[in-house]
């Protein structure tokens, strides 16, 4: 079973530039498969950022043209650069994988999850 991490989380002011990593270890799941990015503030629902599958990239309305999504096959990594970030990036960020060929922003679609790293935006 295929272990996620995630790193890269800190505090940074408003218009400023975050890189958050994630590595695997483990079995990943059965090849293809898709990667994904998620982000939860406490009272709501965790939200979708960003996923990479067999098509290319999608990303949520919310971060186009600021993120972007990218994956290092050999490595089983992935990572999310965040420019020109606002207060309302303010979340803890996930890591997700599952098995497939295309993939949406559900979290419900998701098996595995890594324990999140903490990006705070201040104004």
């Known amino acids: 079973q295929v272990q996620l991490v995630e790193s890269g989380g800190a505090s940074v002011q408003a218009g400023g530039s975050l890189r958050l990593s994630c590595a695997t270890s483990?079995?990943?799941?059965?090849?293809?498969?898709?990667m994904a990015w998620f982000r939860q503030v406490p009272g709501k629902g965790r939200e979708g950022v960003a996923v990479?599958?067999?098509?290319?990239?999608k990303y949520a309305d919310s971060v186009k043209g600021r993120f972007t999504i990218s994956r290092d096959n050999a490595k089983n990594a992935l990572a999310l650069q965040m420019n020109s970030l606002a207060p309302e990036d303010t979340a803890m960020y996930y890591c997700?994988?599952?098995?497939?060929?295309?993939?949406?922003?559900?979290?419900?679609?998701?098996?595995?999850w890594g324990q999140g790293t903490q990006v705070t935006v201040s104004s």
């Open positions: 483990g079995s990943p799941p059965a090849s293809p498969y898709c």
């Open positions: 990479i599958d067999t098509s290319g990239t």
């Open positions: 997700a994988a599952e098995a497939g060929w295309y993939c949406y922003l559900r979290p419900t679609d998701y098996t595995y």
